[in-house]
């Protein structure tokens, strides 16, 4: 129950108190995630024989420390400068940089762990029969070799696009680069997935028949865009010679983009153009019509849209750090990118639960229907305001109270309605 000296102090309304009854078991769920930190990381380093300290500062100030700086604009003396000052200490960056080295990566792995664990008591599994995972690769500057230029660095995305949860962010090397493909085929023998409910949607890049091939062998669900010149679109028989299984359809349909662009007079004018997208899938036709495959899709796009939250939002998009040990750091970064967007989500879930048909009621328009959508950039930006109480499982109901009242802000749009991006076109696809 909530105790009437927190509801006077957080100004709450008596008909929302399911709701902040849940933030007070969501805070109580969060605070498990790093509890013992402490200890837990000495345990670890014990049974390699590695003896630590705890001096001016102890692990759990080293964690506080790399999570800070995981945020892009921050910098390593900045966040020691906030740390220290909010809590009275006079350590040097470099004790805080050094403390953090000797945590080993598996328990950064341990507490991906224990967040994707919380995140599935929350996720509403009877909503959706199946979990849409979206594929791709992105590109970013890291600096292994350390030969005093950056290098161009592939790394894997997947996505569960049906829950709006990042999977994994998996760091390739400049080796993989243009090998998406073969990046994948090694990641799904890795991991052990629940293919049962499983949907993976990859884009033109990914269009090869011993690809599909590959899906097939190991009974994985997919939809691939066809790229345009292929020869499958009007001969299937020449698809019947190059597949081993026959289980594969082919979807058209057409898409209209709008896009601007200026003319002669350097004014700009809106154009609309017809194209012919291109689908293959190995989905039931039964289970799955072809306006469901198109759906599925279009659910491609979310892993771009993930990409560009963490670029715009971590420190991500350009990794100049080297040390003895440069891939389990940037590894531990990836983990550490993972572990804040499952907390905003988990905040998220629990905040729709309670308040997505009130906000429904009160911006529905006749005649029009909604898309409903929180601001990312905004929520990460809430996070590092509590980032520090989470790592040290002092979390509390009202916490979460401020947090959502500030920083979880819904813009609406209509649905169906074409806003168009200047010059590009605004299709998704």
Same mark, same amino acid.
């Given at each position: 129950?909530?105790?009437?000296?927190?509801? &006077?102090?957080?100004?709450?309304?008596?008909?929302?108190?399911?709701?902040?009854?849940? =933030?007070?078991?969501?805070?109580?769920?969060?605070?498990?995630?790093?509890?013992?930190? #402490?200890? $837990?990381?000495?345990?670890?380093?014990?049974?390699?024989?590695?003896?630590?300290?705890?001096?001016?500062? #102890?692990?759990?100030?080293?964690?506080?420390?790399?999570?800070?700086?995981?945020? =892009?604009?921050?910098?390593?003396?900045?966040?020691?400068?906030?740390?220290?000052?909010?809590? +009275?200490?006079?350590?040097?960056?470099?004790? *805080?940089?050094?403390?953090?080295?000797?945590?080993?990566?598996?328990?950064?792995?341990?507490?991906?762990?224990?967040?994707?664990?919380?995140?599935?008591?929350?996720?509403?599994?009877?909503?959706?029969?199946?979990?849409?995972?979206?594929?791709?690769?992105?590109?970013?500057?890291?600096?292994?070799?350390?030969?005093?230029? =950056?290098?161009?660095?592939?790394?894997?995305?997947?996505?569960?696009?049906?829950?709006?949860?990042?999977?994994?962010?998996?760091?390739?090397?400049? @080796?993989?680069?243009?090998? @998406?493909?073969?990046?994948?085929?090694?990641? %799904?023998?890795?991991? $052990?997935?629940?293919?049962?409910?499983?949907?993976?949607?990859?884009?033109?890049?990914?269009?090869?028949?011993?690809?599909?091939?590959?899906?097939?062998?190991?009974?994985?669900?997919?939809?691939?865009?066809?790229?345009?010149?292929?020869?499958?679109?009007?001969?299937?028989?020449?698809?019947? &010679?190059?597949?081993?299984?026959?289980?594969?359809?082919?979807?058209?349909?057409?898409?209209?983009?709008? *896009?601007?662009?200026?003319?002669?007079?350097?004014?700009?004018?809106?154009? +609309?153009?017809? %194209?012919?997208? #291109? !689908?293959?899938?190995?989905?039931?036709?039964?289970?799955?019509?072809?306006?469901?495959?198109?759906?599925?899709?279009?659910?491609?796009?979310?892993? @771009?849209?993930?990409?560009?939250?963490?670029?715009?939002? /971590?420190? /991500?998009?350009?990794?100049?750090?080297?040390?003895?040990?440069?891939?389990?750091?940037?590894?531990?970064? *990836?983990?550490?990118?993972?572990?804040?967007?499952?907390?905003?989500? !988990?905040?998220?879930?629990? *905040?729709?639960?309670?308040? &997505?048909?009130?906000?429904?009621?009160?911006?529905?328009?006749?005649?029009?229907?909604? $898309?409903?959508?929180?601001?990312?950039?905004?929520?990460?930006?809430?996070?590092?305001?509590?980032?520090? =109480?989470?790592?040290?499982? +002092?979390?509390?109901?009202?916490?979460?109270?401020?947090?959502?009242?500030?920083?979880?802000?819904?813009?609406?749009?209509?649905?169906?309605?074409?806003?168009?991006?200047?010059?590009?076109?605004?299709?998704?696809?």
């Amino acid at each position: 129950m909530i105790y009437k000296s927190n509801l &006077k102090n957080a100004n709450i309304d008596n008909t929302n108190l399911k709701f902040y009854n849940e =933030l007070k078991i969501l805070s109580n769920d969060i605070n498990t995630i790093f509890k013992n930190s #402490n200890d $837990n990381i000495k345990k670890i380093l014990l049974k390699k024989n590695i003896k630590t300290r705890n001096n001016k500062i #102890n692990f759990i100030d080293a964690i506080s420390y790399i999570f800070n700086y995981s945020f =892009l604009g921050s910098t390593k003396q900045s966040v020691v400068s906030d740390y220290n000052f909010n809590n +009275k200490k006079d350590v040097n960056r470099s004790n *805080y940089h050094k403390k953090e080295l000797k945590i080993p990566l598996s328990y950064y792995n341990d507490i991906f762990i224990k967040v994707k664990q919380i995140v599935s008591k929350y996720i509403d599994k009877n909503k959706n029969p199946f979990n849409v995972i979206a594929v791709d690769g992105t590109y970013n500057n890291t600096n292994i070799y350390n030969n005093k230029k =950056l290098e161009t660095c592939l790394n894997m995305g997947y996505y569960d696009a049906t829950n709006h949860i990042p999977i994994d962010l998996e760091i390739k090397g400049t @080796e993989y680069k243009n090998k @998406e493909i073969k990046s994948f085929i090694e990641h %799904i023998k890795q991991c $052990n997935y629940d293919i049962n409910n499983m949907i993976f949607v990859f884009d033109r890049a990914y269009f090869c028949y011993d690809f599909m091939n590959t899906l097939n062998k190991y009974n994985l669900n997919f939809v691939i865009r066809i790229k345009n010149n292929c020869l499958c679109i009007d001969d299937e028989k020449q698809v019947n &010679k190059k597949f081993i299984n026959n289980n594969v359809r082919f979807i058209s349909y057409k898409d209209e983009i709008t *896009y601007e662009k200026k003319d002669k007079n350097n004014n700009i004018v809106k154009l +609309k153009e017809t %194209i012919i997208c #291109n !689908l293959v899938t190995n989905l039931s036709k039964n289970k799955f019509d072809n306006e469901l495959i198109k759906k599925i899709y279009l659910m491609r796009w979310d892993v @771009e849209v993930f990409f560009k939250l963490i670029k715009s939002n /971590f420190n /991500f998009a350009c990794l100049r750090e080297h040390n003895k040990n440069t891939i389990n750091q940037y590894k531990k970064k *990836y983990l550490i990118i993972l572990i804040n967007i499952h907390l905003i989500r !988990l905040i998220e879930y629990v *905040y729709d639960k309670h308040n &997505k048909n009130n906000k429904k009621k009160q911006n529905v328009k006749r005649n029009h229907e909604y $898309n409903y959508k929180h601001n990312n950039t905004l929520m990460i930006s809430g996070l590092k305001k509590i980032i520090n =109480l989470v790592i040290k499982s +002092k979390l509390k109901q009202n916490d979460l109270i401020n947090y959502c009242k500030c920083y979880i802000k819904t813009t609406n749009t209509i649905k169906n309605i074409s806003n168009p991006r200047t010059i590009t076109a605004c299709r998704v696809a």
